[in-house]
């Protein structure tokens, strides 16, 4: 099994981009694009949240620690953790993914 972390959400948007773009929203996208693309090559994939609220497993929790203990329990073989960041610096690009395999 692997846990998908879509970073941000319910009323931690993340960084925001300067036409108003929530990181939230891009880091769901992402998400939900890697799930479609694992579960059609057979892979189980569970997300730590889907959408608004503050539930833990279903929804957005911006209490990282609770997060943290939902995969921990889980045991997954693999954790990814997505982000689309802000920098100061405008010249940088690209986004941040965080892989634990076995070490949640």
Known sequence: MIYIDPGHGGIDPG???PAGTREAVINMLITRRL???LTARGVDCT???????ARPGSDPNTDLNARTAIIRNQRPEICISNHCNAAADRAARGIEIFYYPNHV
């Open 35 to 37: 799930q479609a693309i």
């Open 15 to 17: 960084a925001i981009g």
């Open 47 to 53: 997300l730590t949240h889907t959408g608004q609220g």
